[in-house]
């Protein structure tokens, strides 16, 4: 998904996409793309104790300008720290945990950075959420930094790498397409 930086509607998307997540327990849902918002290390506010002890601390954004609102901000600006704090919301009523940052070895600049523009200003505007139920799923999610050329894109792609469990009972092939029998069509010239 790609989130304008300047969309008006954004209470509104958030508030449809944790409406439409009754996902069923068994089945992966992601949500993937360019949220254009800051969370900075802000933790998912779900998340227990025994949480804690279970998954990898999350390594976020260390700058104090990407931090969002409080909880406590109604606004309606489209400032990227209040709109950090509405996938926040999101996250913390579907329970879903942000998976960048929290299950990959950091890169050089010891931050799981998605963003990059000259001079030297990272951060972290690309997330690929999933459900804390499924984080044992989870092998590694990583910012590819330096893959594609600052002329292509200024955003770093992530690989998130879900170790999905097969079924027992395989699909069984579909049979090859065979064409229905034509009919002969003859005019009485």
Sequence with gaps: ?????NEGNLEEFFDTLTAHSNHPCHEP??????????????????MTPLDFHALFHRVGDT?????????????TTPAADFRGRLPLNMLNSIEFIITNGRFS?????????TFFRKPYTYSILDYNPVAKRHALL?????GLQDVLPASVTVHMPIHLHLDLPTSSNPVPPIPPHTSPVRTLYHSKR
């Design 1 to 5: 998904m790609y989130i304008f930086p």
């Design 29 to 46: 849902h992601i949500y993937a793309g360019d949220f254009n918002v800051y969370t900075a290390q802000e933790i998912e506010s779900h």
């Design 63 to 75: 700058n104090p300008a990407h931090s969002p609102t409080s909880t406590l901000t109604t606004s």
């Design 105 to 113: 070895s950091p890169g050089p600049n010891h931050r799981p950075y």
């Design 138 to 142: 989870i092998r590694t999610c990583q």
